[in-house]
């Protein structure tokens, strides 16, 4: 089981994914339930001007994402988040970021999965929805565990299907768009539009996913900075245009009382079947990067002897961490099972939004640092201060019980680290 490569006595991952899967990865991950599922519960927050939640989303994201490019190609190991806190802060700080960017990935995966399931159910009445969610979850384990390589060309084709099926539902839907479902644009006032955006920042949050398999793409120092802004682009661009033509068709009121509002949107220029099969691929390819993405961290965490070692084993055959892509599945199964998919996807914006404001701050201290990067910022560490105050201002403005659960997940993860480095403290006395 550790066959895949050593370094320094440590089991390393081999670097198999060029531009366009990391570019892929992040696409995979990002386009998915948030356009999908949750553009009808944020609506129904903000009314059309959740038109401005996607900008407000995206422009904090965008300032976050030049952060994890500069740090991506400083430290190219598998981890994101967790290496950066790691390297730049601190151990306990490196693993309460790996331990709140795992919660909310496995979140986001869990909010995937029953995004899934709706569209099926929708699709073939006789799947509940739950069923649908545990298929797909069960089906991307498989998929993990044979190999990062055969994942990415999966993934490749999903990516391509449905932002083919989006591009097409916006080039159709556009030019029969209403301009009276955008007449009362703030139906609910101003605050509810930054409550909508922090909410739909978790549609954003799969974009840093590329930086969890830095160890595995060629040519990281350029390639990981490329990917996260393509990706990010490209996905803002067909966010913002697919809220328009979705609340242009069938209004806000409409969108907000669906589970699956894309979907029922399309159906108004008689493209509901092809959307809800676009659904069905984009919500498969977040749950199948979301196993990725958070497999690396787990992996990462036992190589530093912060979690139990099994979980940095290497298949022998396939070269992935298996054990940890196990643990992520089975978690997620039991999230997807218990929670509903608006309290997850909540809770999944507030774990990534409280990892990007350290993310950030471990950009500041990366100038400061004796690390080089060849990737250069414009106005230096300011956007990282941007990103910063933005991640701030959007985790308060998800609500007092997230908040407090958010809490609770923090405080967990940190008597953990502590607790397991005094056990094997004690251990190896």
Known sequence: MNAGGLQQGKPVLKRRLGLLDAVSIGLGAIIGAGIFVLIGIASGMAG????????????????????????????PRAGGVYEYGHELISHPVGFALGWMWI????????????????????????????????VIILLVVFFNIIGVKKTAIVNDLIVVAKVGVLILFIILGLPKIQASNFENFFPKGIIPVFQAAGFFYFAYIGFPRISTVAEEVKNPEKNIPRAIMLSLFLSTLIYLLTSITAIGLIGYEALSASQTPVGDAAGAIGLSKAVEAGAL???????????????????????????????????????????????????????????????????GSFCILFTHIFTNYAALRLYKSTLKTSFKKPFGPFYSIIGLVMSIILVFSLGVNTIVVGAIVFTTGLLWYFAYKKALVQKSS
């Open 48 to 75: 059309p001007a959740v038109i401005f939640s996607i900008i407000v989303s995206g422009v904090s994201a965008t300032f976050t994402a030049l952060s994890f490019a500069t740090l991506g190609a400083a430290i």
């Open 281 to 347: 691929l984009a919500t498969f390819s977040v749950v199948l990067t979301s196993v990725m993405g958070q497999s690396r961290i787990f992996f990462a965490m036992a190589r530093n002897n912060e979690v139990p070692d099994f979980l940095s084993r290497i298949h022998g055959k396939f070269g992935t961490p298996v054990y940890s892509i196990l643990l992520s599945g089975i978690i997620m199964t039991i999230l997807a099972s218990t929670i509903d998919i608006s309290n997850l996807a909540s809770l």
């Open 103 to 134: 919660f909310g990935n496995i979140v986001m995966g869990a909010t995937a999965s029953l995004g899934f399931g709706y569209y099926l159910s929708s699709m073939l009445g006789f799947i509940p929805f739950k069923v649908g969610a545990l």
